[in-house]
């Protein structure tokens, strides 16, 4: 057998062992060429699917495996390696890390990062190989630790194998959650050409690809070459009228009529998006309130509302407006006419614009002696970019808005006399807010494999190395304290961080609220910085399997080897964020730190009974690994698997195993950042007495009692108060020195039912897994929340987390390091389905997958736990449904993705939030749930036969999201929302609307 033919049929009968290992999810029907692979195995011997380490000669296993194919990813429209696994079931049914996920909010690796959190147990929980060997991470900032998804091009990837349980006795620490294998075309002799191209039917968020590849096999190795050019457009929220003009979206209650507040300038629901062109007053005659000045700019507002209040009674609290200016926010039409969306709105990105640059080569050389030489090496350039906007304010205290305007020594209002102002802010708009990131991945692998008398071994190192920059426009936090825009004037002095020159800026002009700011004003204010992030694994690992001896039952398999690992990551923020001097931002130092692992691992398959009643076979797998790391110490992880196949139409299988986590070297060694957070967001002390008089709350409750207990932090809380103006800080940190590692139990019970003669197969799996002390964050509401409701308060040391006012009763600091929390379970059942037939006109064959998640919840402390199960971003339910007819050359695909309905109300009514909002002195009612969506794909493929320039080509074309559903929507003041638009992974393809692809391929 030549060396083509032994790599194509080994690729060939792994893909088809994880076929019918997992009762094949995305795979393909059998053809007449797997087939004959089939036949050809007892020539070929042995394969090592993955899972195990040890080669078999059956194609079966105790562990459940899912199958992406290229070739599937291709029919739906898919040219992205992290859309072709965040759709996959085992990842739909929770939150996702993709490019626009990362955008959005401050997510491990970085902006334009996107990973695969298998179950939602974390992207660090999640074990990425290549080609069965372990990859190193990639992204930016602090947070790197898990394998960036954009650093492979789908064109490269023959399949993808995902192992559905843990396999740290296996693979090693952080394969928690189970294993994603990503796995190359080798089998190439010859050349491909591909192209793609994917055009929403709306503007914007078009995806283009260029490939190739080629191959040439020879007596003694092979060689093959691939290159990627891949572009995605930026996709802005001007670009679909779902994405902006964020609405309040309520209704009467229990109705479906909407009850939003009006714009009378357009007819429709008021948009809600970040304010602009205004000023604050806040003074005595106010109240307490403030009173909100607007800026004319389209020179209409007087046919709206008053210049003043119409009610006597409040009349004289309020003074005439500046010139150009209205009193805003004080009755239901000025209401309506708040500015909440700005032009720069509409050019924030809702998918980044990204390009990425991919090679990758792999080789091999026998030496002689059974004795080949390999090596592979992956680089790879990612340039990514995210427009956005922002508010940003100054405050003048002890100044007169009025008297500025009216003239200094005025004394207030000529008309009311108003006077007693304590200070003023200005909201102006900026779209300096842009973010952009430039990674450049690097990978070699060198290794040597052979026999040894029937045993395979196989010797290699790895190096990873990568290096990124990410540039982020800032505003200055000194320039913006310096610049006493009412009071005096800074020209002449030096800002004391930044050392510029200052200038003096008048925060309530109204060319400067809108954002329309001279260059003087922005070379002054504002600055662009650029940090960098290196993260390098190095590691040299080793291995020995074969067969001991023969049993009654069947030869009695064993696998042993090491690997020694070193990681290293070093983060240098920019220079602003290094001085703090980020106005609005986080500030963070440099975030440095090692690690080294040792691991010895041994690997057995023991064939226990074979050909009895009832008793096919009975096989026994166990694998124990020995861990030991620098920081975490050491520890013993195992794995138990049994496999009895009953007969040719029935399988059950088990697995139960343990995992370890030493904690990510950003867990341990992040220096201290900090960031900012709305106190209302985070404090569970807010309007106790109104809480009371809707009766959720009782005065009984551990919450009201602890809030009130002057005994607690600042002393206690008011039972009317409504929270702090100000933002609260919150400082994370790592947690080195105090952090365990994490340590989990993972059971998979399963049975595969295939009758004969029925081309059927049915798969359905029980997982359960169980993460204890967990590494994690409690998140700056976890920490008072757990305080509040600590039986031990106000004595328990995370009250000691944070600081609350005693004057105030404001939420001054929340320290938010990493530590060990509970646990964090996860369990429920895996439904695969494939069925295929023959007919007269061609072949029809349809598969379908299903994870319904039974239990999805994590306990920060023993008696404080949330339940994530059914909230919006963790369905119940998700599956998809595909159906491919085939006829000569050509092959008709239809697909449909699902996801489950998801509801937050349950955890808001327990919270005694209410699910109703008063507008205006009116009683509406919001939406906090996603109702059951789906998505339809259609593609036509011919391949022509043939020689020469008539054959080997390859046309599809289709159309993804076939009846242009939209994300579901909800009210943002429940859910996190673009638009209206419900923001969460599970629904990033609906953003683009439906769109048309097309793909053209030559081989040769």
Same mark, same amino acid.
């Given at each position: 057998?030549?060396?083509?033919?032994?790599?194509?049929?080994?690729?060939? $009968?792994?893909?088809?062992?994880?076929?019918?290992?997992?009762?094949?999810?995305?795979?393909?029907?059998?053809?007449?060429?797997?087939?004959?692979?089939?036949?050809?195995?007892?020539?070929?011997?042995?394969?090592?699917?993955?899972?195990?380490? /040890?080669?078999?000669?059956?194609?079966?296993?105790?562990?459940?495996?899912?199958?992406?194919?290229?070739?599937?990813?291709?029919?739906?429209?898919?040219?992205?390696?992290?859309? $072709?696994?965040?759709?996959?079931?085992?990842?739909?049914?929770?939150?996702?890390?993709?490019?626009? /996920?990362?955008?959005?909010?401050?997510?491990?690796?970085?902006?334009? @990062?996107?990973?695969?959190?298998?179950?939602?147990?974390?992207?660090?929980?999640?074990?990425?190989?290549?080609?069965?060997?372990?990859?190193?991470?990639?992204?930016?900032?602090?947070?790197?630790?898990?394998?960036?998804?954009?650093?492979?091009?789908?064109?490269?990837?023959?399949?993808?194998?995902?192992?559905?349980?843990?396999?740290?006795? /296996?693979?090693?620490?952080?394969?928690?959650?189970?294993?994603?294998?990503?796995?190359?075309?080798?089998?190439?002799?010859?050349?491909?050409?591909?192209?793609?191209?994917?055009?929403?039917?709306?503007?914007?968020?078009?995806?283009?690809?260029?490939?190739?590849?080629? %191959?040439?096999?020879?007596?003694?190795?092979?060689?093959?070459?691939? +290159?990627?050019?891949?572009?995605?457009?930026?996709?802005?929220?001007?670009?679909?009228?779902?994405?902006?003009?964020?609405?309040?979206?309520?209704?009467?209650?229990?109705?479906?009529?909407?009850?939003?507040?009006?714009?009378?300038?357009?007819?429709?629901?008021?948009?809600?998006?970040?304010?602009?062109?205004?000023?604050?007053?806040?003074?005595?005659?106010?109240?307490?309130?403030? %009173?909100?000045?607007?800026?004319?700019?389209?020179?209409?507002?007087?046919?709206?509302?008053?210049?003043?209040?119409?009610?006597?009674?409040?009349?004289?609290?309020?003074?005439?407006?500046?010139?150009?200016?209205?009193?805003?926010?004080?009755?239901?039409?000025?209401?309506?006419?708040?500015?909440?969306?700005?032009?720069?709105?509409?050019?924030?990105?809702?998918?980044?614009?990204?390009?990425?640059?991919?090679?990758?080569?792999?080789?091999?050389?026998?030496?002689?002696?059974?004795?080949?030489?390999?090596?592979?090496?992956?680089?790879?350039?990612?340039?990514?970019?995210?427009?956005?906007?922002?508010?940003?304010?100054?405050? &003048?205290?002890?100044?007169?808005?009025?008297?500025?305007?009216?003239?200094?020594?005025?004394?207030?209002?000529?008309?009311?006399?108003?006077?007693?102002?304590?200070?003023?802010?200005?909201?102006?708009?900026?779209?300096?807010?842009?973010?952009?990131?430039?990674?450049?991945?690097?990978?070699?692998?060198?290794?040597?494999?052979?026999?040894?008398?029937?045993?395979?071994?196989?010797?290699?190192?790895?190096?990873?190395?990568?290096?990124?920059?990410?540039?982020?426009?800032?505003?200055?936090?000194?320039?913006?304290?310096?610049?006493?825009?009412?009071?005096?004037?800074?020209?002449?002095?030096?800002?004391?961080?930044?050392?510029?020159?200052?200038?003096?800026?008048?925060?309530?002009?109204?060319?400067?609220?809108?954002?329309?700011?001279?260059?003087?004003?922005?070379?002054?204010?504002?600055?662009?910085?650029?940090?960098?992030?290196?993260?390098?694994?190095?590691?040299?690992?080793?291995?020995?399997? %074969?067969? $001991?001896?023969?049993?009654?039952?069947?030869?009695?398999?064993?696998?042993?080897?090491?690997?020694?690992?070193?990681?290293?990551?070093?983060?240098?923020?920019?220079?602003?964020?290094?001085?703090?001097?980020?106005?609005?931002?986080?500030?963070?130092?440099?975030?440095?730190?090692?690690?080294?692992?040792?691991?010895?691992?041994?690997?057995?398959?023991?064939?226990?009974?074979?050909?009895?009643?009832?008793?096919?076979?009975?096989?026994?797998?166990?694998?124990?690994?020995?861990?030991?790391?620098?920081?975490?110490?050491?520890?013993?992880?195992?794995?138990?698997?049994?496999?009895?196949?009953?007969?040719?139409?029935?399988?059950?299988?088990?697995?139960?195993?343990?995992?370890?986590?030493?904690?990510?070297?950003?867990?341990?060694?992040?220096?201290?950042?900090?960031?900012?957070?709305?106190?209302?967001?985070?404090?569970?002390?807010?309007?106790?007495?109104?809480?009371?008089?809707?009766?959720?709350?009782?005065?009984?409750?551990?919450?009201?009692?602890?809030?009130?207990?002057?005994?607690?932090?600042?002393?206690?809380? +008011?039972?009317?108060?409504?929270?702090?103006?100000?933002?609260?800080?919150?400082?994370?940190?790592?947690?080195?020195?105090? $952090?365990?590692?994490?340590?989990?139990?993972?059971?998979?019970?399963?049975?595969?039912?295939?009758?004969?003669? @029925?081309?059927?197969?049915?798969?359905?799996?029980?997982?359960?897994?169980?993460?204890?002390?967990?590494?994690?964050?409690?998140?700056?509401?976890?920490?008072?929340?757990?305080?509040?409701?600590?039986?031990?308060?106000?004595?328990?040391?995370?009250?000691?987390?944070?600081?609350?006012?005693?004057?105030?009763?404001?939420?001054?600091?929340?320290?938010?390091?990493?530590?060990?929390?509970?646990?964090?379970?996860?369990?429920?059942?895996?439904?695969?389905?494939?069925?295929?037939?023959?007919?007269?006109?061609?072949?029809?064959?349809?598969?379908?997958?299903? &994870?319904?998640?039974?239990?999805?919840?994590?306990?920060?402390?023993?008696?404080?736990?949330?339940?994530?199960?059914?909230?919006?971003?963790?369905?119940?339910?998700?599956?998809? /449904?595909?159906?491919?007819?085939?006829?000569?050359?050509?092959?008709?695909?239809?697909?449909?993705?699902?996801?489950?309905?998801?509801?937050?109300?349950?955890?808001?009514?327990?919270?005694?939030?209410?699910?109703?909002?008063?507008?205006?002195?009116?009683?509406?009612?919001?939406?906090?749930?996603?109702?059951?969506? %789906?998505?339809?794909?259609?593609?036509?493929?011919?391949?022509?036969?043939?020689?020469?320039?008539?054959?080997?080509?390859?046309?599809?074309?289709?159309?993804?999201?076939?009846?242009?559903?939209?994300?579901?929507? +909800?009210?943002?003041? +429940?859910?996190?929302?673009?638009?209206?638009?419900?923001?969460?992974?599970?629904?990033?393809?609906?953003?683009?609307?439906?769109?048309?692809?097309?793909?053209?391929?030559? @081989?040769?």
């Amino acid at each position: 057998m030549t060396l083509r033919k032994r790599l194509r049929d080994t690729s060939a $009968l792994a893909g088809l062992a994880a076929v019918l290992i997992a009762g094949p999810a995305f795979a393909q029907e059998p053809t007449p060429q797997q087939d004959e692979d089939q036949d050809e195995a007892a020539e070929l011997g042995e394969v090592v699917v993955t899972g195990s380490r /040890i080669p078999q000669n059956e194609f079966t296993s105790s562990s459940p495996i899912q199958v992406l194919t290229a070739e599937r990813a291709e029919q739906r429209g898919l040219s992205d390696t992290a859309q $072709l696994l965040q759709s996959s079931t085992l990842a739909a049914g929770s939150p996702q890390v993709n490019a626009t /996920i990362s955008s959005a909010f401050v997510t491990d690796g970085g902006p334009g @990062s996107a990973t695969i959190s298998l179950r939602g147990l974390g992207a660090n929980r999640t074990l990425v190989l290549l080609n069965g060997r372990r990859a190193g991470p990639a992204g930016t900032r602090g947070g790197v630790s898990a394998f960036d998804l954009n650093v492979i091009p789908q064109s490269a990837i023959n399949r993808v194998d995902v192992l559905k349980d843990g396999a740290s006795s /296996i693979y090693g620490s952080d394969a928690v959650a189970g294993v994603v294998n990503l796995i190359t075309e080798r089998a190439r002799d010859g050349g491909e050409m591909s192209a793609f191209a994917s055009v929403p039917f709306e503007e914007g968020g078009e995806q283009f690809n260029i490939s190739g590849s080629f %191959g040439k096999t020879f007596d003694r190795g092979y060689l093959n070459f691939s +290159a990627d050019y891949y572009r995605q457009e930026k996709l802005a929220a001007g670009d679909r009228d779902y994405l902006y003009c964020r609405n309040q979206y309520v209704f009467e209650p229990g109705t479906n009529t909407r009850a939003d507040r009006i714009d009378p300038r357009t007819g429709q629901p008021q948009c809600t998006d970040l304010t602009w062109g205004q000023v604050y007053v806040y003074g005595s005659n106010f109240s307490g309130r403030a %009173g909100r000045f607007q800026y004319d700019y389209d020179g209409d507002l007087g046919n709206y509302i008053p210049t003043r209040p119409t009610n006597p009674a409040v009349s004289a609290q309020y003074p005439n407006a500046p010139a150009g200016f209205y009193l805003v926010n004080y009755d239901v039409p000025s209401r309506a006419v708040v500015n909440n969306l700005h032009p720069f709105a509409l050019e924030e990105s809702i998918v980044p614009e990204t390009e990425r640059y991919t090679a990758f080569v792999e080789g091999a050389y026998e030496l002689g002696g059974g004795v080949e030489a390999y090596a592979e090496l992956l680089l790879n350039r990612r340039e990514s970019r995210t427009d956005s906007y922002r508010q940003f304010w100054n405050y &003048t205290y002890t100044a007169d808005f009025l008297d500025y305007y009216y003239g200094p020594g005025a004394g207030g209002d000529p008309v009311t006399g108003f006077t007693g102002l304590n200070y003023l802010s200005a909201t102006a708009i900026t779209d300096h807010f842009d973010q952009s990131q430039t990674v450049d991945y690097s990978r070699l692998v060198a290794g040597l494999r052979g026999d040894l008398r029937g045993w395979k071994w196989d010797v290699f190192a790895q190096y990873s190395r990568s290096d990124g920059d990410y540039t982020s426009d800032v505003i200055l936090q000194d320039a913006v304290d310096s610049t006493s825009f009412k009071t005096s004037s800074c020209v002449g002095t030096n800002l004391p961080v930044s050392g510029r020159p200052c200038i003096d800026v008048d925060f309530t002009d109204p060319r400067f609220l809108a954002g329309d700011l001279t260059a003087e004003e922005r070379a002054f204010l504002f600055d662009t910085e650029t940090g960098n992030t290196v993260y390098e694994q190095y590691y040299l690992e080793g291995g020995i399997a %074969g067969t $001991l001896w023969e049993l009654p039952a069947g030869p009695l398999g064993m696998a042993a080897g090491f690997h020694v690992r070193k990681d290293e990551i070093v983060d240098t923020p920019g220079a602003v964020t290094l001085a703090d001097n980020s106005w609005g931002l986080s500030g963070a130092g440099v975030t440095e730190g090692e690690e080294t692992t040792n691991e010895v691992y041994v690997e057995f398959a023991v064939p226990l009974l074979a050909d009895l009643p009832y008793v096919q076979s009975l096989d026994l797998s166990l694998s124990g690994r020995y861990t030991d790391t620098d920081t975490s110490g050491d520890a013993t992880t195992y794995k138990v698997g049994l496999n009895w196949a009953v007969s040719d139409a029935i399988r059950f299988r088990a697995t139960h195993g343990t995992s370890f986590r030493a904690p990510a070297l950003f867990e341990l060694y992040l220096a201290d950042q900090t960031s900012f957070i709305g106190q209302r967001n985070i404090d569970p002390c807010l309007n106790l007495d109104q809480r009371v008089a809707d009766g959720t709350l009782q005065t009984t409750d551990p919450v009201y009692v602890n809030c009130r207990n002057p005994a607690g932090p600042g002393g206690g809380v +008011a039972g009317d108060f409504t929270g702090g103006v100000s933002s609260a800080e919150v400082v994370t940190g790592g947690g080195l020195g105090v $952090l365990e590692p994490e340590t989990s139990q993972a059971t998979v019970i399963g049975v595969v039912l295939t009758p004969p003669e @029925s081309n059927l197969s049915i798969a359905v799996d029980y997982f359960d897994i169980k993460i204890e002390d967990q590494v994690d964050v409690l998140g700056a509401g976890g920490i008072l929340a757990a305080c509040y409701l600590s039986e031990n308060f106000p004595s328990d040391p995370i009250c000691s987390q944070f600081d609350r006012n005693p004057t105030t009763s404001a939420i001054d600091q929340v320290r938010d390091s990493y530590l060990n929390v509970a646990e964090q379970n996860n369990r429920g059942l895996d439904f695969t389905t494939r069925w295929f037939h023959d007919f007269s006109w061609g072949t029809l064959g349809i598969d379908s997958q299903t &994870t319904w998640t039974l239990e999805s919840n994590q306990s920060t402390f023993a008696d404080f736990g949330t339940d994530f199960l059914g909230d919006i971003g963790n369905p119940e339910l998700v599956g998809n /449904i595909n159906a491919t007819v085939s006829r000569g050359p050509w092959t008709a695909f239809w697909g449909f993705d699902w996801i489950g309905n998801q509801d937050n109300r349950p955890d808001r009514i327990r919270n005694g939030q209410s699910m109703f909002q008063v507008i205006d002195g009116r009683t509406t009612q919001i939406k906090a749930d996603a109702e059951f969506t %789906g998505f339809h794909s259609v593609s036509l493929t011919y391949e022509s036969e043939g020689d020469g320039w008539t054959g080997g080509w390859t046309v599809s074309g289709g159309i993804a999201n076939l009846f242009d559903e939209l994300p579901p929507a +909800a009210s943002s003041t +429940a859910v996190g929302t673009q638009g209206n638009s419900i923001l969460a992974s599970q629904y990033t393809e609906a953003y683009y609307g439906r769109r048309a692809f097309v793909r053209l391929s030559k @081989s040769f």
